[in-house]
């Protein structure tokens, strides 16, 4: 770690752990559920984005290449949306060993029947059609999550109102554990839950999904924004130009909330549309021009860093060189704490 | 490493991997069950011992402090009896952070409802009163192992026919990778089952265990040894010295059979004390005279040791860094065989 490197032991500012497991690029809804924050957030906070590969695996250990190619996929998506590799740390999971040495000392403070009870887990098992078949590194993957907030000693967490859950099975590990040693070693987390709902998926289901196929990348060529925005679920009943449209679950206007400045605009062509004469065309084209505009700059600077891998790596590596050194700190503080072996210094 | 040590890429010699629970001192039980073996295999065998701290957390994990004292202890009975670290190298499992990262990676290929069927694990969940309570790590158990086994690339596994299922399950996940990758990153590994049976506690229970007391330690004193044999469960109907008395059970006779190095006369003993007229208090003396003769040098030596736990720790230190190497090497081959991302070199 550089003498210039703001640290944890010397950074005043609330420490804050995010990421994504690298399953694909990152898209539309990302931008607008996380994305944004974290470049917002990256001046106020000594923020640590995580590449969570090791995660990624636990349902995806059929296909570890996916996870592989997109961790520089993601990483060209964050650099492109403008998290700053001098203000935020963006590291690579699988090479934070300390992490999986916490995630294995806590699966010692979780019963397997506390790990079935979690509503995230309940509800991913059976998305995700497991049933009793669930790898076992699915199940215990709260216990990895609370090793990483916990390894960053991360205070705020963001997540969306579903994985709430996820941070109070680790509060409950580290309240286990600072119980069992008698003082505070773990700090526990807070959920940053996001004022901005989730941004729905082109066709109008609730989220936006690569595998859904109703998601617009953040690398999108301008013939891919078109199209999509083309696809976009209006109001079916909305047949003639003259008709009266529906603006609630209309994705249009969802989208025009969530991106177009011109909020008294927007407010106007919400009534227009709910008296009729307004055509779902003229929309499009606005909701279109709106979003090129936005996708531009990303995709050109996407580009351009996709040009360079061996840039985003070294940006990658001096990220987990850092994290490496924080967590592995971490690690010798529990171990310390709880009394385990170490060798005489 | 340096250039003499031996390694398994340069030693043609087969890889064994043993190792204890540091949970408490080891006894006579794991000297014939295992100890013995171990020092008789490290001449012609490549041979890991494995101080399972990380493993002893996942039911103590309530007490480490009794696990990091026992590092050391159990290190002091493996000198003492003769494992010679020049031969066999002794390791840490929660210093081989390679070991943590394999474990995480094989919980992947194996699902909760296969480790559940695990008939080692059944039981001892049962042994233990878990229920479902269980903790994760608990549960997790076979994939560390597993990981210990693959990491160190062993053949050959000493263990309890008891712990046999523990082998299978490790190769099933070595199979699940292989098939995968397409070729055979990972050995499989074979159970190497002990001819001697298990040693009886000296209450005559099946199992020697300390926390039975029925154990007598490798470090014990002669008093110690003097009590445990004078305790030592013989045939319960034989009363009076003419009385027939029975062997089968007798543990007397079995620890003459286990340590007594002249057969003929302890057959001639049998059938005298079966005919009556031979009193347990000649037997007891006898079995005793050959546990003062082969527990004295033991003792002795680990009383020497012990006065220099430096020295100990140094060469705990030297096999730790050996086996982090070989581990980590693992690992890595693992790693880019199902094609996991890593920064280019």
Chains 1, 2 share one sequence.
Do not use: W
Request: proline share 7%; glycine share 8%; charged share 25%.
């Amino acid at each position: 770690m550089t003498a210039n490197t703001p640290t944890a032991k010397t950074d005043p500012r609330p420490v804050i752990l995010t990421g994504d497991r690298p399953t694909g690029p990152l898209h539309l809804g990302h931008f607008v559920g996380s994305l944004k924050s974290r470049v917002a957030l990256q001046d106020s906070h000594k923020q640590y984005v995580l590449l969570a590969d090791t995660q990624a695996m636990t349902d995806n250990a059929h296909d570890p290449d996916k996870v592989r190619r997109n961790v520089l996929e993601v990483a060209l998506d964050y650099l492109a949306v403008g998290i700053d590799p001098a203000k935020t740390t963006i590291t690579v999971q699988s090479h934070l060993p300390a992490l999986a040495e916490l995630t294995l000392m806590y699966l010692n403070f979780v019963t397997v029947a506390r790990l079935e009870r979690n509503p995230t887990i309940k509800e991913e098992i059976q998305a995700r059609g497991f049933g009793r078949d669930i790898p076992a590194g699915f199940l215990c993957y709260p216990a990895s999550q609370a090793a990483d907030i916990t390894g960053f000693k991360a205070v705020l967490v963001p997540v969306g109102e579903d994985q709430a859950p996820l941070i109070e099975q680790t509060n409950e590990i580290v309240r286990r554990i600072n119980h069992q040693v008698g003082r505070d070693v773990l700090p526990e987390a807070a959920a940053l839950i996001p004022k901005h709902g989730r941004l729905p998926g082109v066709d109008g289901k609730a989220k936006m999904s690569k595998s859904l196929g109703n998601a617009i990348p953040l690398g999108a060529s301008p013939e891919q924004i078109k199209e999509a925005v083309h696809r976009m679920y209006t109001d079916p009943n909305h047949l003639k130009v003259s008709d009266p449209g529906q603006v609630e679950g209309n994705v249009v206007f969802t989208y025009l909330d969530a991106f177009d400045p011109n909020v008294e605009e927007v407010t106007e062509l919400k009534d227009h549309y709910r008296r009729g004469g307004l055509g779902d065309m003229v929309l499009k084209r606005r909701v279109e021009g709106i979003l090129q505009e936005m996708l531009r700059p990303i995709r050109e600077r996407r580009e351009e860093l996709a040009k360079d891998p061996g840039y985003v790596f070294e940006i990658l590596r001096k990220g987990t060189a850092e994290a490496r050194e924080l967590t592995q700190q971490t690690l010798e503080e529990v171990r310390d704490a709880l009394g385990m072996f170490s060798f005489p210094r």
